[in-house]
């Protein structure tokens, strides 16, 4: 079952980045391919029977995946950075973190109207960066039909703050 292979190869680092976290690395993930590939083709077999446009990935290691997943289904893969990465005409969005805020933009000639996107990245915790990239696509006349991440840590309750833009949220290992 590939939660359980996410889950043994996640690396679990005690009190970072501050003490009482137990932070979940992926980036064991990367090492195996052959993880990798169960991991895109487990999102794609969830995904089987939807009409999916186009894979939005969430900088920078919602590229990661998303970019496979989004080759493998033969579809565009989109970008969200953090504002001032992308040279061309771009919508941003402001958004609240714990302490502070953050911006992120999007090609605008990326999204057409009416698109069906997939939102992906690596991790879901609290929602904030998802749900901003869920507003800019529907600022941009297109459809969030689906949120897809390798991890989500649902003690954060961030699938809530989701639901408002598609309830068809895509986790393979829930802590």
Request: aromatic share 10%; proline share 3%.
């Amino acid at each position: 079952m590939i939660s359980q292979k996410i889950d043994l190869a996640i690396r679990q680092v005690p009190n970072f980045p501050k003490p009482g976290i137990n932070f979940k690395d992926i980036t064991p993930l990367f090492l195996d391919s052959g993880l990798s590939c169960e991991i895109v083709d487990a999102f794609i077999e969830r995904l089987q029977g939807q009409k999916v446009d186009a894979i939005v990935g969430i900088e920078s290691r919602g590229f990661l995946f998303g970019f496979l997943l989004a080759n493998r289904m033969g579809i565009p893969f989109v970008l969200i950075r953090k504002v001032g990465k992308l040279p061309g005409e771009t919508l941003k969005y402001k958004y609240d973190l714990e302490y502070g805020s953050a911006e992120v933009e999007v090609h605008k000639s990326d999204i057409q109207k009416d698109l069906n996107i997939v939102i992906h990245d690596d991790l879901l915790a609290t929602g904030g960066t998802a749900c901003a990239a869920a507003a800019l696509i529907q600022q941009l006349d297109a459809k969030v039909v689906g949120f897809a991440f390798v991890v989500s840590l649902d003690f954060l309750n961030g699938k809530e703050k989701l639901i408002q833009y598609s309830d068809n949220i895509i986790s393979l290992k829930d802590y």
